[in-house]
């Protein structure tokens, strides 16, 4: 299946043709490190994974560069007001960021360059673009001359003749030929970092930075480029213009964009104050894998309306996946190996989602609709179960299939089992379960001696605690079963 995304340059779903398969080339844009990322940021950074774990399991060999923007007027000044070097202030936040898409279950990118490493290749793309006339020298400060360019604009699909300059911070009250003209090179500051130049002393503007590194790492051209929407324009409409009036060759073949976090109908920044970390959100509890399925649960061009409710709903969701692989690992040693007629029905339920789910994730990425019939697939085995309408075969061939869906969504990392052998009074039981911390372990462990002692109110009070702690128990025929809860899951590991 020829995977088919929403190419933002076209307006329109495309066949996905990587220049020279199976070798893909993706360049993402990565954090500004002024500070400790927010779950919002967040929501780009795991949906760049969803894309480079999907084009991994469609059989492309995926080259992935996520730039780290540190040289810019907020690190700069952050860096100033803690009177330290610029390198020193951002790398506490390099750390975090990194820290959290481990915490995410991310995929390392091929690359991390940082801007403060790539100065000469910036220097030297400003040379070309000045010896080509598409650029020019105005008070010490280099900028691109827009109007020698004739498709600037194309992408965010403005006219060149109504624009005005947007620049990141403040619009520059300098020299300029013309007032939409964007800044390459900025001028020296004094007692700010600073880079020598041909042109003069300086610092590369934040636009130019992506061009340099990602042409670095992936050539001139490269197959596909992701961004968050808000970056359309200018940043990626400058991106074209300056690579592009460099090379004279396309610069991107494919471009995709991922819409914002939003809280109450409005975007999460840090500039509106409603943000949450990462870090926050991890302290309190909630369980990094149900924040990370919350964040490619609704499709990437939509917003995704963040809500605490939302998390413990995808929590819920991931245990109700956990619990149907522990009933499969329960079920399966006591049925038939195979026996066609028995599981027909189930075998069907899971060719036809196989099928559908295909159909809906190469559909560019329709995640939501993709998990639609993940879950569907749920509720037919454990009607089959219910039933007794299964064989072992079968329930392998599903294990194997989840398995296969969380290589993308990386949700359902196969918990390690825990067998214990409990004696009470020259008496003994078995109990089973996923690896928990020793104290909760002891915990179970309590709980099934009272049992076992019938003081039955200690062991009622022990099962509320453990639930409390994300760690239900259950008693059956053949033992005690633990598992993790939806709520304090993260408590319990």
């Not at 073949?253 to 976090?261: D, G, Q, T």
Request: contains cysteine; aromatic residues 8%; charged residues 25%.
């Amino acid at each position: 299946m020829v995977p088919r995304f929403y190419n933002t340059s076209t307006r329109r779903k495309e066949a996905f043709e990587p220049a020279s398969p199976p070798r893909v080339s993706v360049y993402s844009c990565g954090p500004t490190v002024y500070d400790v990322p927010h779950v919002g940021n967040y929501r780009f950074f795991v949906w760049v994974d969803l894309v480079h774990r999907y084009l991994a399991w469609r059989g492309y060999d995926v080259n992935l560069v996520m730039n780290i923007t540190d040289i810019d007027d907020r690190t700069i000044a952050g860096a100033m007001q803690a009177g330290v070097p610029l390198r020193d202030h951002t790398e506490p936040f390099v750390d975090q960021f990194l820290g959290g898409l481990e915490a995410l279950g991310v995929r390392p990118a091929a690359c991390y360059p940082r801007a403060t490493d790539h100065v000469d290749e910036m220097v030297e793309l400003i040379s070309r673009l000045l010896a080509k006339d598409h650029a020019y020298v105005a008070d010490g400060n280099v900028f691109f001359r827009v109007a020698s360019f004739a498709s600037y604009g194309q992408l965010a699909r403005l006219d060149p003749e109504a624009m005005r300059s947007t620049e990141r911070v403040q619009a520059d009250r300098l020299a300029k030929e013309d007032p939409r003209d964007f800044t390459l090179w900025k001028v020296a500051i004094p007692d700010e970092p600073s880079w020598p130049a041909p042109f003069g002393e300086g610092r590369p503007g934040w636009h130019l930075e992506c061009s340099a590194m990602s042409m670095k790492y992936l050539g001139e051209t490269f197959d596909l480029h992701l961004g968050g929407a808000d970056l359309i324009f200018p940043h990626h409409e400058n991106e074209i213009a300056q690579s592009e009036a460099a090379t004279g060759v396309q610069f991107v073949r494919y471009w995709m964009h991922c819409s914002h976090l939003v809280v109450d109908g409005t975007k999460m920044s840090k500039s509106l104050g409603n943000f949450y970390t990462l870090r926050q959100l991890l302290e309190a509890g909630h369980d990094p894998m149900a924040i990370r399925y919350l964040l490619t649960s609704v499709h990437y061009r939509r917003p995704l309306n963040f809500t605490f409710e939302a998390i413990e709903q995808a929590a819920a969701s991931i245990a109700r996946l956990h619990e149907l692989l522990a009933r499969i690992d329960e079920r399966s040693p006591r049925l038939p190996s195979d026996d066609p007629a028995r599981s027909a029905s189930l075998r069907a339920a899971l060719e036809d989602a196989q099928r559908e789910f295909g159909m809906a994730i190469d559909d560019d990425l329709n995640s939501a609709g993709a998990l639609g019939h993940v879950f569907s697939l749920v509720r037919d085995v454990n009607s089959a179960l219910d039933r007794d309408e299964a064989d072992r075969s079968t329930l392998d061939a599903v294990t194997e299939w989840l398995a296969d869906v969380d290589s993308l969504w990386g949700v359902l990392p196969r918990e390690e089992r825990r067998e214990l052998d409990i004696e009470y009074q020259g008496a003994s039981t078995r109990a089973s379960g996923p690896a928990v911390s020793p104290d909760i372990e002891a915990l179970i462990v309590q709980r099934v001696q009272a049992r076992m002692g019938r003081d039955f109110e200690a062991s009622d009070a022990l099962r509320e605690q453990l639930r409390r702690l994300g760690v239900e128990v259950e008693d059956t025929p053949d033992g005690v079963r633990w598992r993790r809860s939806a709520a304090g899951s993260t408590m319990a590991s």
